[in-house]
């Protein structure tokens, strides 16, 4: 049976050959992220991390989409509290990313329908990436008035700093074959063929040793230069909390509660 973590917004299950199953579980919103995601994702590292012989972690979500970015409603609650608050929900966030981005084992994220904002983080954190032919993305941040500052590395490393300025600059959406393309997927299936290409992934990986596979991983991110630096990785925290506390952010997310264009755009 799936441990169920922060309060239900995780389901994390493994089985008997070693392959852990991060399940997103907010389907109502999505899966969009908020405080008990993050909180379950991190308890969910936490748990993998202990655990003996595990080889390879899945994510996925529930519902129609992989994951929404974050909860606006959520952004909006934690946007009127203290500065200390908004540090707090960026550097938890921000670690949850960083976690999954180092993690000793194989990750491999499987994406149906929208994975917007965060969610690309996610996946550029993931050492694999399956999307479904229906699959669509966006760095969004900006158009709620919000910045992508503590998953910029990891796009980044992911899809190289030529399409960031573009597709973090616009926000706009690209299909499964223009993330293909750019690099933060690697392989467009059916909507029907995603468990299917999984196995045989996970079937390649489960026939290397799992201390060299282990090894190769930290050793080609180390060459990359893909570890973030302790006052790099502080300095983003501040400006992504510093970023939701702003005027502009305040208009982004009325324009979206509102359901109208943001001030910024000419009239």
Not at 4 to 30: E, K, W, Y
Not at 139 to 144: A, L
Not at 159 to 171: D, E, F, K, S, W
Not at 194 to 201: C, F, G, P, S, V
């Amino acid at each position: 049976m799936a441990d169920s973590l922060g309060n239900g917004a995780i389901l994390c299950d493994i089985d008997r050959r070693g392959v852990a199953t991060v399940t997103f579980n907010r389907p109502a919103v999505n899966n969009a992220y908020n405080g008990d995601f993050i909180d379950g994702l991190l308890q969910a590292l936490d748990l993998l991390g202990a655990q003996q012989g595990l080889r390879c972690v899945l994510l996925r979500g529930n519902g129609r989409h992989f994951q929404a970015g974050a909860d606006l409603t959520w952004i909006r609650a934690v946007s009127g509290g203290s500065v200390a608050d908004n540090e707090s929900a960026s550097r938890r966030t921000a670690e949850a990313v960083r976690r999954l981005d180092a993690a000793e084992v194989p990750t491999i994220a499987l994406v149906h329908g929208g994975c917007f904002g965060g969610g690309t983080g996610i996946v550029a954190a993931c050492d694999m990436v399956i999307a479904s032919d229906d699959a669509v993305f966006s760095i969004s941040e900006t158009r709620w008035g919000l910045m992508a500052g503590i998953i910029l590395p990891q796009l980044v490393q992911a899809i190289g700093l030529r399409q960031v300025r573009r597709y973090a600059l616009t926000g706009e959406r690209f299909d499964a074959q223009e993330a293909r393309r750019i690099g933060l997927v690697h392989e467009v299936v059916s909507t029907d063929g995603l468990d299917a290409a999984a196995a045989r992934i996970l079937d390649q990986i489960l026939m290397n040793a799992p201390l060299a596979t282990a090894q190769t991983k930290h050793t080609a991110r180390a060459a990359a230069g893909a570890e973030i630096a302790g006052w790099t990785f502080d300095a983003l925290v501040r400006e992504h909390a510093a970023k939701r506390r702003s005027a502009e952010a305040a208009e982004g997310l009325d324009s979206f509660r509102e359901r109208r264009k943001p001030r910024w755009y000419p009239a």
